[in-house]
């Protein structure tokens, strides 16, 4: 069974230019999450998607992130304009089950994509 | 809120040295506890979870034990490898919630 997957695998744009990150989960999994890694500091959560809805975006830091997920399948994170300070690890996870109140299920992590802003 | 506390690193260890890295938690209710591993150039792994107090989770020779008195989850090696180099993440999802909340992470260096 194939993993997470990410691309691209690293991105050097200059401040002021349109990235857009790609994740595609593990088949069947109806849970997608975005976190970041800054700095070397530690891994922070962005948002949750449930198949196609986005359930929580409180992580996102600003709107200059904008992240869909079309069709429940694969989703997409793009940066525009990037800053300097956007720079770090991007990494998606997927889970296969709804959250219960008694349940937590395991995250499978993508390989992250480094996003280097100059 | 909800947070993770590890050992700043680096760590650093000759082969076959014994190898605990720390980690503490802050959480409302029950959370589960996960060690998650990053091999240099690769993505993000679990490598160990426990989801009730006293629950031992293993694997590759790692264990951590999860305390709740002591509100800790310390990983421990009883010999580690070169291969086992790696930035190590102690982190928490909460009873019901989504968010996997990260500690700082900790760098390992195995030299031989």
């Known amino acids: 069974e194939a993993g997470v997957t990410q691309f691209p695998s690293h991105s050097v744009i200059e401040k002021g230019q349109t990235v857009t990150l790609r994740c595609d989960p593990i088949?069947?999994?109806?849970?997608l999450y975005w976190y970041r890694r800054v700095m070397g500091k530690e891994i922070k959560f962005l948002l949750h998607f449930v198949k196609e809805s986005k359930q929580d975006e409180s992580g996102m830091p600003n709107n200059r992130f904008l992240a869909e997920r079309t069709g429940g399948t694969y989703s997409t994170l793009k940066v525009q304009p990037a800053e300097l300070e956007d720079s770090g690890v991007y990494f998606c996870?997927?889970?296969?089950?709804?959250?219960?109140?008694?349940?937590?299920?395991?995250?499978?992590f993508g390989p992250g994509t480094r996003l280097t802003v100059l | 809120g909800d947070s993770v506390t590890q050992m700043e690193g680096p760590v650093t260890l000759s082969e076959e040295a014994f190898l605990t890295i720390n980690c503490t938690y802050t959480a409302t209710g029950y959370p589960s506890l996960f060690w998650y591993v990053q091999y240099p150039g690769e993505g993000l792994q679990l490598l160990l979870k426990?989801?009730?107090?006293?629950d031992k989770g293993s694997n590759k020779g790692f264990e951590a034990t999860y305390r709740k008195e002591t509100t800790s989850f310390h990983l421990e090696k009883g010999s580690v490898q070169v291969s086992d180099s790696a930035v190590y993440f102690c982190a928490l999802v909460n009873t019901g919630g989504f968010k996997t909340i990260f500690g700082a992470g900790t760098r390992l260096f195995v030299k031989a």
């Open positions: 996870a997927s889970s296969q089950a709804p959250r219960t109140s008694t349940s937590t299920d395991t995250q499978y």
């Open positions: 426990a989801t009730k107090a006293d």
């Open positions: 088949s069947g999994h109806d849970n």
